[in-house]
């Protein structure tokens, strides 16, 4: 059985940074797609970054530059208050991210509980 779990939420400042971490028990493929979402309430949920065992990388537009992911972590800079969501760890075993990585949530297998950010002004 695999179990996703994250770590590292919290409330900052505009400006400020967090990192966001992605626990993985249980899993035995090596080959992987990896991925964070976040949530707004009554919004959909939707793609943040991803990456896989062979380290293809994808990120959303507006996360670029600021955010970078590494497997089993999300490290977010110069946060903004409309980053504040509750973020999820996705994990799709025995799969490499596709291009549809930040859009397909019905892709992955497994989901984290998620964890809050709050980013204020």
């Not at 293809?56 to 969501?85: C, W």
């Not at 509750?86 to 596709?98: L, M, N, R, S």
Request: glycine share 10%; proline share 2%.
């Amino acid at each position: 059985q695999v179990n996703v779990v994250e770590s590292g939420g919290g409330s900052v400042q505009s400006g400020g940074s967090l990192r966001l971490s992605c626990t993985v028990s249980g899993a035995t493929q090596s080959t992987y797609c990896m991925a964070w979402y976040r949530q707004i309430p009554g919004k959909k949920r939707e793609g943040v970054a991803s990456i896989d065992n062979k380290a293809n990388i994808q990120y959303a537009h507006d996360v670029q530059g600021r955010f970078t992911i590494a497997s089993g972590f999300l490290e977010m800079h110069t946060l903004k208050p409309e980053d504040t969501a509750v973020y999820y760890c996705a994990y799709d075993p025995g799969y490499w991210c596709t291009s549809n990585a930040l859009t397909r949530t019905e892709d992955y297998t497994y989901w984290g509980q998620g964890v809050q950010v709050t980013v204020s002004s």
